[in-house]
């Protein structure tokens, strides 16, 4: 019981935190920008701290590395703002940091560059790119399409967990995650669905919906990527031999553990959105 309590606040605590960011960033960047650069530098040290068995990585590299992921979250969000020069000058940060970078590894004869140079690169684009692009869907549409997705995410976490433990027999994908099921995943896909169609009716205003086809699309997107990425965080603990990627929040491991999902709804839905949504204007009312 106490596990549970204890899981429901920093649930809680998290969810608030993003809601409150997102909410605010019709009027003010900051806190948006703080938090996600927070997520970009504690999933970038987790990933250190994960593989640290394999080979421990200096505290310099890691540092610098945090700033290279921070600095292409930054990045990302100025060229969506249009605050930078056409001219590659968006460029400087990222060139940056590969210059610094490479030159770090040269004076670390002793470890394998190859190894080290993969994980930097991994974590830089597994953590801070997707949430980069976060900025990009918030620059093509508005604000509160974005809290709509995480809403899915988190609502398909919900009619996942729901259906698979009252319906789930077969398994979805039993080498990645054994106690998922195709009840489970059917079951939090049309959750979202079913979420999507009630917000277009009894909450367009707030969340700023497209038209209905592309907000259930939406949703459908947003629930299989969410699957595939937990898969995929799945897919990397059971490599590396951990059972979670951190112990940052209490009852749910580390923010790796909780934004898995989202690091591969954040390019599937951009992907989506530049198929589909030919009319940006169709999503701004």
């Not at 549970?4 to 960033?25: E, N, W």
């Not at 540092?63 to 969000?77: C, K, N, R």
């Not at 491991?253 to 954040?266: P, Y």
Request: charged share 15%.
């Amino acid at each position: 019981m106490k596990n549970i309590i204890l899981r429901t606040i920093s649930g809680a605590v998290y969810i608030g935190l993003i809601i409150s960011a997102i909410l605010l960033l019709e009027n003010s960047p900051y806190a948006y920008l703080a938090l996600m650069s927070f997520f970009v530098a504690l999933g970038m040290n987790e990933i250190y701290t994960m593989t640290r068995k394999e080979e421990h990585e200096s505290w310099l590299i890691i540092m610098v590395d945090m700033l290279g992921g921070i600095g292409l979250f930054l990045t990302m969000y100025l060229m969506s703002k249009e605050e930078v020069s056409s001219q590659g000058m968006w460029l400087i940060p990222l060139a940056s940091y590969l210059v610094v970078r490479f030159i770090i590894q040269l004076y670390r004869p002793k470890q394998n560059a190859v190894h080290s140079l993969t994980r930097s690169f991994f974590a830089i684009g597994y953590v801070a790119l997707p949430l980069g692009m976060l900025n990009t869907i918030i620059a093509i549409t508005a604000p509160r399409i974005l809290l709509g997705i995480f809403a899915f995410i988190w609502i398909n976490d919900t009619g996942a967990f729901l259906s698979g433990i009252t319906l789930g027999k077969h398994k979805l994908f039993k080498r990645v995650s054994p106690k998922k099921s195709w009840e489970g995943f059917i079951g939090g896909v049309l959750l979202c669905i079913a979420a999507a169609y009630a917000t277009h009716h009894w909450f367009n205003d707030f969340f700023q919906c497209p038209p209905l086809g592309i907000w259930i699309g939406l949703s459908i997107v947003v629930a299989l990527a969410a699957t595939f990425g937990d898969f995929t965080e799945s897919l990397i603990k059971r490599t590396l031999e951990v059972k979670d990627s951190g112990k940052l929040i209490p009852g749910h491991g580390g923010i790796l553990d909780r934004i898995d999902s989202l690091l591969l709804v954040a390019p599937a839905t951009l992907v989506y959105l530049a198929i589909v949504v030919y009319n940006i204007k169709a999503f701004i009312h």
